[in-house]
């Protein structure tokens, strides 16, 4: 079993940086694909950014790329986002999650998720 706790939510303005970070016990996050999910107010959750077990691959959604940044640090058993130039669309809940096989953006195919934390972007 992997537990993973997202933190580092917040309410921001327009164009400020957040930075969210994902902690997981139990198991180590070396062996797992990671990835950050966001539901916005009224929406399904969708897919963000992902990366690769070492971190030689990331993913992202197209509405973020050039703002936010994946990563992780395996020693500390953490993943990271880096969001830049913050939009009020990018408002929502952020979920990290894991998966223990392959590369894969859909968000039925995650064995373990966190608790979800709030980013409010305002205008």
């Known amino acids: 079993q992997v537990q993973l706790v997202e933190s580092g939510g917040g309410l921001v303005q327009a164009g400020d940086s957040l930075r969210l970070s994902c902690t997981a016990s139990?198991?180590?996050?070396?062996?797992?694909?990671m990835a950050w999910f966001r539901r916005a107010p009224g929406k399904e959750r969708d897919f963000v950014a992902a990366?690769?077990?070492?971190?030689?691959?990331?993913y992202y959604v197209d509405s973020v790329k050039g703002r936010f940044t994946i990563s992780r640090d395996n020693a500390k058993n953490t993943v990271y986002l880096q969001m830049n130039n913050l939009k009020p669309e990018d408002t929502g809940v952020y979920y990290c999650?894991?998966?223990?096989?392959?590369?894969?953006?859909?968000?039925?195919?995650?064995?373990?998720w966190g608790q979800g934390t709030q980013v409010t972007v305002s205008s």
């Open positions: 139990g198991r180590t996050l070396s062996s797992y694909f």
């Open positions: 990366i690769s077990w070492r971190g030689g691959s990331t």
């Open positions: 999650a894991a998966r223990n096989r392959g590369a894969d953006l859909d968000d039925t195919q995650y064995d373990y």
